[in-house]
């Protein structure tokens, strides 16, 4: 149990383009979904936290116009990245758990390796 | 501020026995975390440990002293697939996880 998939597992794009990633609960309803971005060689670095059906709380310095995300159900919520630069590279995981505001595990998507030419 | 402190590399020997630590000092404490992550991959879930003790799971071991704000992952026999990144995070008093950068793991036959 507790099956997070991502879509799609890699994207190569030209800059300025737009990309979007999915992030999917398979077999739980994720009240809270978490983005995060992993440069390599370093730790995870928290992006945004999403709750289903209300607006995303982003972490400092994260630009809420550039990276879109939306929890539209309780098994999906997506990632946009606008614009996309070659700074924009990097692993992009997400993560979701059950209860909002507990002591809950986090189940991790296999994430997606973002390539910004 | 928050801080989560451990060594940035091991190494250690197929079939021995290896303790990576993790200290940390969080604003409130709702329990520690460990995370293992191969190369390329994302983090797949390990222990939790909210009381104070060691918690035991086949090969993997937890253990957690909230008085010292200390934890350490423990494993035992030591195989190869264990080379990994593993990630130690607390969870603070608004549930929010502090990661560590992660203790790169390297096993020699």
């Known amino acids: 149990g507790a099956v997070v998939s991502q879509h799609p597992s890699w994207v190569i794009c030209k800059s300025g383009t737009s990309v979007k990633i999915e992030c999917r609960s398979l077999?739980?309803?994720?009240?809270?979904m978490f983005w995060y971005r992993q440069f390599p060689k370093q730790s995870l670095m928290l992006m945004a936290t999403?709750?289903?059906?209300?607006?995303?709380?982003?972490e400092q310095g994260v630009e809420k116009d550039k990276f879109l995300i939306n929890h539209a159900s309780l098994t999906l919520s997506t990632l946009t990245v606008t614009s996309a630069h070659p700074e924009d590279s990097s692993f992009y995981i997400c993560?979701?758990?059950?209860?909002?505001?507990?002591?809950?595990?986090?189940?991790f998507g296999p994430g997606t390796r973002l390539t910004v030419l | 501020g928050q801080n989560i402190d451990q060594p940035t590399e091991m190494t250690a020997t197929e079939g021995a026995i290896v303790q990576i630590n993790c200290t940390y000092q969080?604003?409130?404490?709702?329990?520690l975390f460990w995370y293992q992550q191969h190369a390329g991959e994302a983090p797949t879930f390990l222990s939790y440990?909210?009381l104070d003790g060691l918690e035991e799971k086949g090969r993997f071991s937890s253990f957690l002293s909230r008085s010292k704000g200390y934890s350490y992952l423990l494993l035992k026999e030591l195989q190869m697939k264990d080379s990994a990144s593993y990630l130690c995070?607390?969870?603070?008093?608004?549930?929010?996880?502090?990661w560590g950068a992660g203790t790169k793991l390297i096993i020699k036959p």
């Open positions: 993560s979701a758990s059950v209860l909002a505001g507990g002591p809950d595990t986090q189940y």
């Open positions: 077999d739980f309803q994720a009240t809270t």
């Open positions: 999403s709750n289903e059906g209300s607006k995303a709380t982003y």
């Open positions: 969080t604003s409130g404490f709702n329990g």
């Open positions: 440990n909210v």
């Open positions: 995070a607390a969870l603070d008093s608004n549930y929010q996880l502090i």
